[in-house]
């Protein structure tokens, strides 16, 4: 069950991102606003309770996030 897990994730973060950039490049939102929708997501993770395993899987999300964020602002998102 762990890989369809990874796989589904994986396929839903190349989907999010692709929208991201559709969104980006129709100007559908200004980049002040898709860069806040992500910091948003990670907060939600980065204040997400629970366990020491659950706590430490929050964490490692919001570090992607954020990863995906500062990645985009400095080469990707922002093409258009």
Do not use: F, K
Request: hydrophobic content about 45%; glycine content about 10%.
């Amino acid at each position: 069950m762990p890989v369809q897990t990874d796989h589904a994730g994986m396929a839903a973060l190349s989907i999010c991102e692709a929208l991201l950039l559709a969104i980006s490049d129709h100007r559908l939102l200004p980049e002040s606003e898709i860069a806040g929708v992500l910091r948003d997501a990670a907060a939600v993770h980065e204040n997400a309770v629970g366990d020491a395993a659950e706590r430490e899987v929050h964490q490692s999300v919001a570090g992607l996030i954020n990863g995906i964020n500062a990645g985009m602002n400095s080469s990707g998102l922002h093409r258009g």
